[in-house]
């Protein structure tokens, strides 16, 4: 049997738990800015930390590359060291400025709108064929960690308190600037400046916010540093502390985090935890634009995942967001779109002419597996998949269990791949009563020798995009 480029593994590839035979993961690290092999502190406890939405509103599709990708790195984790033991956290912002403006101007509690946009972003990055993580932390739970961790940095000279909160102290952090690698005056100019802020470094950042006038008391906490909410960053220090350590192993976003999010967060754990690493290796996934033009509400060009759920699958949409190297631009075009459906069809299609076929226990595909380990390459693990589906379609018999089963293995690795193919060929469509009794109505006509009848059925489906396919076993359609 085949060995792969880096793992061996066990078709069902989500649920893996026993530690199988490997070779390296090489991952570009922000910090490093270089490929490096991936090596975790330890082996039996893998952790890796992502930032996750502020629930005020719907995701946008841009929203949505952050979770795909890492979800792949995921599972090839999973795949490596076992599914026990991998600790994967993406937190929920459930207090935030926009969550409160939101609140003052639609007049709903802030519970119920950050409750009901987690629920449908939940729901979102599920039919996007996204794993759940190990933990998903908010950040309304986390306010003790965060008041413990802001008096750390205070007793340790790092921050100070002002007339409106609670500020980090940038120059008392000589490494400051290492993960971005901009010059101070960069910095300034990108960091969040609040008007009027009592800071005494044009480049100091806000740990925790003085509560204003009219603001609602959900957003309001008691601290040593007065009432008020933590700033922004230091969320996700606190949360990925509690959840996974002083120290993970690998810590994603978009490159727009870079600074001064990341910046900040790295200031604030290393700070507090006597210079230990926050985080070993940084990855970072390139921005998504529109039909070649930077997504913005300005430009009125968001495509929101759940209004596009609704025209396409899920799995179209990963596709899509796999089709291009994650630390590069991916321009979303309805043109993507039509081609990675094509592409599923094409890959589905393959498994449907092997339906009858029992499947091997075998590896993924040994170029699939090399090319996710090669820093997630999906296009060319994508290519994979493709000429497995090539060579399934002119193969013996006797290769079409091992075939089958790589195709599978494959796909799961890739979250890929995972739905019945007689369904994806008939799509997730409320009228398919409608047309099942039109084709039972055709078969009829077709014994009863009313070949017309029949005809204009067939024709009538066509124009509808519905293709019925006659085989010896009877006629069955789908979707194209």
Request: hydrophobic share 40%; proline share 5%; glycine share 8%.
């Amino acid at each position: 049997m085949r060995q792969p480029a880096c793992v061996q593994v066990l078709s069902n590839i989500p649920n893996v738990t026993e530690r199988p035979r490997l070779m390296e993961i090489r991952l570009t690290n922000t910090y490093a800015r270089e490929k490096q092999v991936f090596e975790p502190s330890d082996p039996d406890r893998v952790t890796m930390y992502v930032c996750g939405p502020t629930v005020y509103s719907y995701a946008h599709i841009g929203n949505a590359r952050p979770p795909v990708v890492f979800d792949v790195l995921y599972r090839l984790l999973r795949a490596k060291f076992g599914a026990d033991h991998v600790v994967y956290a993406v937190n929920f912002t459930d207090v935030d400025d926009k969550i409160i403006d939101a609140s003052q101007e639609t007049g709903e509690p802030i519970s119920t709108i950050t409750q009901r946009y987690e629920q449908i972003y939940r729901e979102d990055m599920a039919a996007l064929g996204n794993l759940e993580p190990t933990f998903r932390p908010r950040a309304t739970e986390h306010i003790g960690d965060m008041i413990a961790l802001m008096e750390d940095l205070a007793a340790k000279g790092h921050a100070y308190q002002g007339e409106s909160g609670l500020w980090f102290h940038v120059p008392s952090m000589e490494t400051y600037g290492r993960l971005s690698k901009r010059n101070r005056d960069d910095m300034i100019a990108g960091a969040r400046v609040e008007v009027g802020a009592d800071k005494k470094d044009p480049a100091d950042f806000a740990l925790w916010k003085a509560a204003k006038d009219g603001e609602p008391d959900a957003a309001k906490w008691d601290s040593p540093f007065g009432v008020g909410r933590p700033g922004w960053a230091i969320e996700c220090s606190a949360m990925a502390k509690a959840k996974l350590g002083e120290t993970i192993d690998i810590h994603g976003g978009g490159q727009d985090l870079i600074f001064p999010h990341h910046e900040n967060e790295i200031a604030q754990s290393e700070c507090a935890h006597g210079g230990k690493p926050f985080a070993r290796y940084w990855l970072h996934n390139g921005f998504l634009s529109m039909d070649s033009e930077k997504m913005s509400k300005s430009l009125g060009n968001v495509k929101l995942v759940h209004q596009l759920l609704e025209k396409w699958p899920g799995e179209v949409l990963r596709m899509a967001l796999l089709s291009a190297h994650y630390r590069g631009p991916l321009d979303w075009t309805d043109a993507l779109l039509e081609q990675s459906r094509a592409t599923l069809d094409r890959l589905y299609n393959a498994l449907r002419r092997m339906s009858d076929v029992v499947v091997e226990d075998v590896e993924p595909p040994a170029g699939l597996v090399a090319a996710l380990c090669d820093d997630l390459n999906t296009p060319q693990a994508l290519a994979e998949l493709s000429r497995l589906a090539t060579e399934a379609n002119k193969a013996k018999d006797a290769d079409k269990p091992r075939l089958k089963g790589e195709l599978l293995a494959g796909g799961a690795l890739m979250g890929l791949l995972q739905q019945d193919p007689d369904q994806w060929a008939r799509g997730d469509d409320s009228d398919a009563a409608r047309i099942d009794a039109l084709v039972a109505e055709r078969i009829a006509a077709r014994k009863a020798k009313d070949f017309a009848k029949a005809d204009q059925i067939r024709n009538d489906l066509a124009a509808e995009g519905v293709e019925i396919m006659d085989g010896p076993q009877g006629s069955t359609w789908r979707k194209v």
